[in-house]
């Protein structure tokens, strides 16, 4: 694993799930000295300095900015314009920048609209790929990206030596890094996360609809229904976001997605067992040969 020195100040904006796994991620590789979180719920603060995920509560932007090396962007993606336009003006020229959300093109909108050039010299946009279906900063956990997937979208301006600083910061938490540009991630992201994440919601609310007493269609359902919609579970407000955010390409997807659909049913129409066989066998072997060779 490759080597960094440590962040004296590291600020957080969002202290929940993922800001709260990256703090304690650093904690545990020993590379941040002190950590100032910003949030909306004063409650889930105070957790966070109980838990010792962050170091303090910032009492204002100014001083939370103050000499800060890095500021992790942790907050639902629906948030981030407003907030860099906010945190712009008590950006240092060298402080690095780097978020997590789960969309990129909007970023990269929003920093070039908000961040001035300096600071986006020193802009990373990130997307690590891991999470659960809980929240808040009482869910995070100091392993949550170990062998998990980060995704980094430079902007053609970002400094090479910020993105490599960056990198090394996700490696040391466990995490395999990967660059590519921001709308190669969105549509990739679009077919993996955001339409199985709308899928989970949908057949929730479809169990929901198709009966006056859901309650007794879910008594009988297994493990492999409760493994389905488990990311059903997910934020609201997060993933209300994210798929306002990939609007177009998560459009996309659906259309593809009901064209599966629709070849399902005609064959189902049809009777053709032999076919939904192939169908079946063929799909299974995709996933078999994906976790075989998966990380």
Not at 16 to 36: D, E, N, P, Q, Y
Not at 122 to 129: A, D, S
Not at 203 to 232: C, K, Q, V, W, Y
Not at 264 to 293: C, V
Request: with cysteine.
């Amino acid at each position: 694993m490759t080597t960094t020195s440590a962040l004296n100040k590291l600020v957080i904006i969002g202290v929940g799930l993922i800001g709260g796994s990256f703090a304690l991620a650093l904690r545990k590789a020993g590379l941040v000295k002190h950590i100032t979180g910003i949030g909306r719920s004063q409650t889930n603060m105070q957790r966070a300095v109980e838990l010792g995920v962050i170091d303090e509560i910032a009492s204002d932007t100014a001083s939370a900015l103050h000499h800060a090396d890095l500021v992790f962007l942790a907050m639902p993606v629906g948030q981030t314009a407003a907030t860099m336009e906010h945190i712009a003006p008590y950006l240092h020229a060298h402080t690095l920048i780097t978020d997590a959300g789960s969309t990129k093109q909007d970023v990269v909108t929003a920093a070039r609209h908000y961040l001035p050039l300096q600071n986006r010299h020193h802009f990373i946009p990130g997307h690590p790929i891991a999470g659960a279906e809980y929240s808040g900063v009482q869910a995070a956990q100091a392993d949550l990206y170990a062998h998990k997937h980060v995704i980094l979208t430079p902007l053609p301006e970002t400094g090479t030596e910020a993105v490599e600083r960056v990198q090394h910061l996700w490696q040391a938490c466990g995490a395999n890094v990967s660059l590519m540009p921001a709308d190669e991630h969105d549509r990739v992201l679009a077919t993996t996360s955001h339409l199985p994440h709308l899928l989970a919601f949908t057949l929730m609310n479809h169990l929901n609809h198709s009966t006056d007493h859901p309650e007794n269609l879910l008594r009988f359902a297994g493990s492999g229904f409760r493994d389905f919609t488990r990311i059903a579970s997910s934020s609201p407000e997060m993933w209300r976001d994210i798929c306002l955010a990939n609007r177009e390409a998560l459009l996309e997807q659906i259309e593809a997605y009901q064209t599966e659909l629709n070849s399902l049913r005609g064959l189902l129409k049809q009777n053709n067992g032999e076919a939904l066989e192939q169908d079946f066998s063929k799909a299974r072997k995709i996933r078999e040969n994906w976790i075989k060779n998966k990380n």
